[in-house]
Every structure is written in structure tokens, then in C-alpha cells.
């Protein structure tokens, strides 16, 4: 009888095989290839929620500062970092960055130089705050897995700043382009750094925060 059971059973499942695997696993109702305004927005709100929000812009580098005393999970309060905070923070920055190069090559493709202009501003928004946080990163060998960098150069922080500022002015320098008609503009930027510092108990001297301010002034 259980033999008899195993045999039916097999004919029913031979019965109910298909080559059509691929058609029947694809959802008719999902979107294989998301507009770039949609990828863009989901960029700047998922740097916004995961930089900005109660975790990751208080509970970490305001503990780690002196800005803010807990009576639980205190390692960053000690300058103990946890390692899956840090690792989750990276993963958020690389996660937009590759969304932001996506942008930015089907842009080109497109011929749609401002909403490149717009992807090239947010990748140095993010970049600024990775290297701010940890200095040395994967910059300019980063989310290039199509080219066979499976293992991408950490870049130091005075390397991904001038990369920051190339990228900032190339996209102030096409938008001019667009608005203005001016194939060729001149576009001067001016940096203002800061470092905050912190004395812990021993009197050592730990920076926690180094940034800079850019403003530009152009001419046709």
C-alpha cells in the first residue's frame, strides 16, 4: 500500500512539471527596470532614514562625542565601537552609492545631464559622511563589480575630498551648461574645514568629527 502510495504520488508531481519555470516565477505585476526619479527619491530617503535618524546620527556618534549619556549600550559612550553598527552604516552608503551610479549611467544613455548633475551632488553627500565617519574608504574603485573589482582600494580621506571636489564642480559646471548656454565655465570653490575634538578622562585628545563647507562662485 505504501509502495502504491509513493508511485501516485510520483505521477501526480511528474504530471505537474513545466519548462515554463521563468514564466510562471515572474511577477507580471512588478517593475523590472524602475524609473531614475523613483530610484533618486528612494536615495535621498534612505540616506535621510538611515543617517538622520535616532540611531545612527544620535545614538552613535552623539554617545561617542559626550553629546549624550545612556544608562544602556554605553560602548560607543566608551569608545568601544560595536561592529555591526559600523558594518550596517557602510552597507546603507554603498547600497545608495550603487543606486546613484545606476542613475548616473542610465542618465547619460538618456541624455538627461541634470538629473546626472543631481546623482553626482548626492554621491558626495554620501561620501562626505562615510569618509567623515571613517576616514579612509573605497571611493574610487567602489561599486564597480562590472568592471571585475571585486576587492576595490580604500582611498584616504585627502584623496576622496579633491574627489569630492572634482565631482561637485563637474556637476556645478554642466548645470551652468544647461541653464545658461556656456559650454565652458569657470567655477571657483571655497572650503572651510572643521575638526571637533574630545578630552576623554586620561587627558588624550580624540577627534570624533572632521568636515568642511563648500560654497562656489561661477563665471561665465
Known sequence: MIKLSVIAV???????????????????KASADAPITNILAYCIRYTCSTYFDAW???NEPSTYGGHLAKKQYIDDARYV??????????????????????????AVEDGLTNME???????????????????????SEAVSLDQGIVA????????????????????????VAVAYGYEDCQCQFHFQFQSNSHYSQTGSRRNYGKSFQVSASYRP
Request: aromatic share 10%.
Open 152 to 175: 576595490p582600494k580604500y582611498d584616504t580621506k585627502e584623496e576622496i575630498y579633491q574627489e569630492l571636489r572634482d565631482l561637485l564642480k563637474e556637476a556645478v559646471d554642466k548645470f
Open 117 to 139: 548633475n543631481v546623482a553626482k551632488i548626492w554621491e558626495a553627500v554620501i561620501m562626505q559622511l562615510g569618509t567623515d565617519r571613517w576616514r579612509n574608504l573605497p571611493s
Open 10 to 28: 510520483f505521477f501526480v508531481l511528474l504530471m505537474g512539471c513545466t519548462k515554463d519555470f521563468d514564466k510562471i516565477n515572474t511577477n507580471p
Open 56 to 58: 545612527e546620527d544620535m
Open 81 to 106: 565601537t560595536r561592529s555591526t553598527v559600523v558594518a550596517n552604516n557602510c552597507n546603507y552608503l554603498y547600497i545608495t552609492m550603487n543606486n546613484l551610479r545606476d542613475i548616473r549611467n542610465r
